[in-house]
């Protein structure tokens, strides 16, 4: 038989396993060794590795404890009472790991590598209302006598039949074990190996994390950058310590107040924009302080430099976020009307946005709504949803003006729907905001690090430069602050 023939100007395509040939690369390994444990959607995972042959020497067990008061007695009881949680799933691993490890002596198995996966989701309802979600993850050793390795996610289905959605839960995990075993050392190409053999529009990931000693580089920050990036989901959202949150879980049934900005550093408009709107938000009627949180939004073409990601620049603006006791979320968002239909999926309750003036009349602008079918007219419905205000910075004008929403100016055709909005009380102006510090801009303090010069440090917050010169943010060196003012 004869070698493949390749033409010159072939192109080199990945050859992806297909979903039986991934489950029998593990099975045929005989020293991958583990259990099943999926609660909600079927046993679709492990069915595959039945399938595929030779599953006697990977699978030890696999079960369902479909009954509460089962899954209860072999998990223990959730404080909340809810099953399909992160706290559920990563009890499901422990338990599951340690009990392969209590039952299977190491002295008769040196080389093995037990794994434990897991997951508890809900399928779509009988009504068809809630598409369902879960939690999916894996517990496992890459060297016999190494620390365990976990990857988790939290899921979304899109499709709406349970049966449809319970295979592609099966293919997703049998992608995910493989990838754990076999792509640990790439984790963002195992990222994307996870939608083999799946569309985006069967599933979404909306949260990742990696940890252990074979991830111990990796920043679930950057990966959850990636979700967002590969168009897996369209936000990610990270707390004040910075580590990875489910939007769902920090969003649900809360006020929301966001602000959208470059961040490219936080300056003291930022602060003082964020400061007087939050005040003014909880002076809203129903908006209650301990059920309000404020969102500070990125969106990914904020994060693109000639047309790339620039994950280090990313990095040093929610670092700096996060120092701040921020929120943060990724989004890939351009128009602000689907960021409050984002929130509008996890809350009914108050909302508002802060920006500028520029960022308003950029609003009014027709040509951001051409792919709507009903223009304009549509997305403004969308965006003023219930009861949302806009909270409104001023700006200084070209001959030093103080611009706010009784005399900037949008098109021609746009000034009757912004007077209507405005006489409606929906666009409200920011009164007591700080008029010395109308004249900082991100983009000039960003200018001034880059080119080295002194001068910047007081337009930004108290803490921040000290941050932005301790980690070298945004191309801070101190031999070029010295260069020059030689």
């Not at 099975?27 to 444990?37: D, M, P, Q, S």
């Not at 999926?38 to 995972?45: D, K, L, N, P, V």
């Not at 490890?101 to 897991?118: G, V």
């Not at 205000?389 to 070209?398: A, T």
Request: net charge negative; hydrophobic share 40%.
């Amino acid at each position: 038989m004869g070698t493949e023939i390749k033409l010159k100007g072939d192109k080199v395509i990945e050859q992806i396993p297909s979903i039986k040939d991934k489950a029998l690369r593990i099975n045929l390994n005989e020293n991958i060794y583990g259990t099943f444990a999926e609660i909600g959607a079927g046993q679709e995972t492990v069915r595959h590795f039945f399938r595929s042959g030779g599953s006697s020497g990977t699978i030890a067990k696999a079960m369902s404890a479909y009954d509460k008061d089962f899954s209860d007695a072999v998990y223990g009881v959730e404080s909340d009472g809810r099953y399909v949680t992160e706290n559920r799933l990563k009890k499901m691993l422990t338990f599951e790991g340690e009990l392969i490890e209590e039952r299977l002596s190491r002295e008769k198995h040196p080389n093995k590598l037990f794994f434990s996966y897991a997951n508890t989701v809900a399928t779509i309802d009988f009504a068809k209302q809630f598409k369902g979600h879960g939690w999916v993850g894996i517990r496992y050793q890459i060297e016999p006598d190494e620390a365990y390795n976990e990857i988790i996610l939290h899921i979304r289905f899109k499709e709406t039949d349970a049966r449809l959605q319970q295979e592609t839960l099966g293919i997703l995990g049998v992608n995910l074990i493989y990838g754990a075993f076999y792509k640990y050392n790439d984790p963002k190409r195992l990222l994307r190996y996870l939608y083999d053999h799946l569309d985006k529009d069967q599933l979404e990931i909306d949260t990742i994390n990696f940890s252990g000693p074979r991830f111990a580089d990796v920043d679930n920050r950057l990966m959850s950058l990636q979700l967002v990036k590969n168009g897996m989901t369209d936000a990610v959202m990270f707390n004040p310590e910075g580590k990875n949150i489910l939007p769902a879980a920090i969003l649900y049934k809360k006020n929301l107040l966001a602000f959208r900005g470059s961040f490219r550093p936080v300056t003291n408009v930022n602060l003082d924009m964020y400061e007087k709107s939050l005040k003014m938000f909880l002076e809203e009627n129903k908006v209650e302080k301990d059920n309000t949180l404020v969102v500070f939004e990125i969106t990914l073409s904020n994060l693109r430099s000639d047309g790339e990601i620039d994950e280090r620049d990313f990095m040093d603006r929610a670092e700096l976020l996060c120092s701040l006791g921020q929120t943060v979320m990724i989004s890939n968002f351009q128009e602000y009307y689907k960021v409050v239909e984002y929130f509008a999926n996890y809350t009914k309750a108050r909302m508002g946005l802060a920006m500028g003036v520029n960022n308003l009349v950029d609003i009014f602008d027709e040509k951001y709504y051409r792919h709507l079918s009903g223009g304009i007219l549509e997305a403004f419905g969308k965006l003023f949803y219930r009861d949302m205000k806009v909270f409104l910075y001023p700006m200084l004008g070209e001959n030093g003006e103080v611009i706010t929403s009784d005399n900037l100016k949008v098109h021609p055709r746009m000034k009757e729907l912004y007077k209507f909005f405005k006489f409606n009380g929906k666009v409200v102006d920011i009164k007591d905001y700080n008029p010395d510090i109308l004249n900082v801009f991100s983009r000039e303090v960003l200018k001034m690090i880059g080119q080295g010069k002194t001068g910047w440090e007081p337009m930004l917050p108290s803490g921040v430069a000290e941050i932005i010169k301790e980690h070298h943010l945004f191309g801070y060196h101190p031999q070029k602050e010295l260069e020059q003012n030689a």
